[in-house]
T-cell receptor, first 114, second 113 residues
């Protein structure tokens, strides 16, 4: 079936470097994508979202890029900090009609080393 | 504004029992969704409620059910618990009109023994 997947399960970066987390999706009908950060013992925390009519969106230290041609989504974190260490999930809206159902990727663990 | 609140935080149940989990959404949010998170399957959609009506349902057996009250608070119930139901159950809310980010609670950790 169609699914959202991640290229790398773990990513280790040095503090101050930029991080790039990738995500592949296969549902060409997906029109809304979200990145979440999950720390141990907590629920997923919203980072940034993007709709399919855009190819780039920037937030505070984060940028999401959407390439619909190859069905690829990426999250860029600038000047990565120790507090960025967490598991990152991409998700696409797979809901029908007015409904809302996110299909999540398996997650990438980001480890920031000093 | 208070976030999504889930109770209880932890639960231990025995196979065959049933369990009810509770979720209070962010004030003003009318859509409540439930997700199951396990190490093997990741985050999987259970169902979504909007204005007391189930609007979407994931691919889970009928033992999993939910409801939403007029104040948007929601409960989910799992009957005849199985060992494989051990998971973190996450509730999320959103305004409900169109797509917008889901805001998650910290979940209920259910352990079935």
């Amino acid at each position: 079936g169609e699914s959202v997947g991640l290229h790398l399960p773990t990513l280790s970066v040095q503090e101050g470097d930029n991080s790039i987390i990738n995500c592949a999706y296969s549902n060409s009908a997906s029109d809304y994508f979200i990145w979440y950060k999950q720390e141990s013992g907590k629920g997923p925390q919203f980072i940034i979202d993007i709709r399919s009519n855009m190819d780039k969106r920037q937030g505070q230290r984060v940028t999401v890029l959407l390439n619909k041609t190859v069905k690829h989504l990426s999250l860029q974190i600038a000047a990565t900090q120790p507090g960025d260490s967490a598991v990152y999930f991409c998700a696409e809206n797979a809901g029908a009609g007015s409904g809302y159902a996110l299909n999540f990727g398996k997650g990438t663990s980001l480890l920031v080393t000093p | 504004k208070a976030g999504v609140t889930q109770t209880p935080r932890y639960l231990i149940k025995t196979r065959g029992q049933q369990v009810t989990l509770s979720c209070s959404p962010i004030s003003g949010h009318r859509s409540v969704s439930w997700y199951q998170q396990t190490p093997g399957q990741g985050l999987q959609f259970l169902f979504e409620y909007f204005s007391e009506t189930q609007r979407n349902k994931g691919n889970f057996p009928g033992r999993f059910s939910g409801r939403q009250f007029s104040n948007s608070r929601s409960e989910m119930n799992v009957s005849t618990l199985e060992l494989g139901d051990s998971a973190l159950y996450l509730c999320a809310s959103s305004p409900g009109q169109g797509v917008s980010p889901l805001h998650f609670g910290n979940g209920t950790r259910l352990t079935v023994t």
